[in-house]
């Protein structure tokens, strides 16, 4: 293992290590295998998600070590048979970093925000094709536009960057008007399969539509659908709390009432809670 720069990753490193040590080690942590550890890995990411969009700092430090032990367990399994290491995975993302930053650190000028943007995914498409290229010993065609988006990525975030794509080579709306057209023909869709009494499959492929084209939207008003869709869960789930506390002190339950009371109540929590 090469020398790190930091006593505290070092550290960790070692630590790690030990863990894995096939005499001295953590049975736990023996067994794990790349695939086994990928839950871990998705479900620290999104706690780290969680503690920034509650502010809490201290959280927050606490969760990005947990997520970093994801990259060092990688990296030790990758390690052990001889792929690479730690300091590999750093080497290759500052490389990655200086490449993608010409303006920083090549001298090099854009004229606009835009102009840079469009660079960067240029050489982004580059890397996905010099890295194909290798894997195929450079006998296969080039990447297509949509390679190298995550399948594990949450649905609508796939489906935003899956547009993004499309959208570099001209397979786009002009601007967001027309979409909130065809929000409403799959909303009308959705409505015709209810109608009709369609099976399951075909009710999900319809509401599949919509919130693909909902997506879309979000794209073109450059709001992320997965933050503007988690503002919305905390929304809600701070108006339904106060429901429950509020009928919880008057001796009631949610359950106990009409649904007429219950809107009256949520009209409230809106002016109440946001």
Not at 23 to 39: F, H, N
Not at 74 to 91: C, I, K, Y
């Amino acid at each position: 293992m090469k020398p790190s720069s930091s006593p505290a990753l070092d550290e960790v490193l070692g630590i790690m290590a030990r863990l894995r040590d096939p005499e001295r080690g953590c049975a736990w942590d023996l067994k794990q295998t790349y695939d086994s550890i990928v839950p871990h890995t998705l479900e620290e990411a999104y706690e780290v998600a969680d503690a920034i969009a509650r502010r809490d700092f201290d959280e927050l430090r606490s969760e990005l070590g947990d997520l970093l032990l994801q990259v060092v367990f990688h990296a030790r399994m990758a390690e052990e048979e001889g792929r690479f290491d730690f300091n590999d995975v750093a080497r290759t993302l500052a490389d990655k970093l200086i490449r993608r930053h010409p303006h920083v650190f090549a001298g090099v000028r854009f004229e606009s925000e835009d102009v840079q943007h469009a660079a960067w995914e240029t050489e982004k498409a580059r890397e996905r094709a010099d890295r194909q290229g290798a894997g195929s010993g450079g006998n296969e065609p080039a990447s297509g536009v949509l390679d190298g988006i995550a399948l594990t990525l949450p649905a609508l975030a796939r489906a935003a960057k899956i547009q993004k794509r499309a959208a570099r080579v001209g397979f786009d709306w002009a601007d967001a008007a027309p979409i909130l057209d065809k929000i409403h023909e799959e909303l009308d869709e959705v409505r015709a399969e209810m109608g009709a009494g369609a099976p399951h499959a075909r009710l999900e492929d319809e509401l599949g539509d919509v919130l693909f084209a909902v997506a879309n939207l979000a794209r073109h008003l450059k709001v992320d659908p997965e933050a503007a869709l988690r503002r919305t869960n905390a929304k809600f789930e701070r108006r339904f709390r106060f429901m429950e506390e509020t009928l919880t002190r008057e001796g009631s339950r949610m359950e106990d009432e009409s649904l007429e009371a219950l809107e009256a109540l949520w009209q409230l929590a809106k002016t109440r809670v946001g």
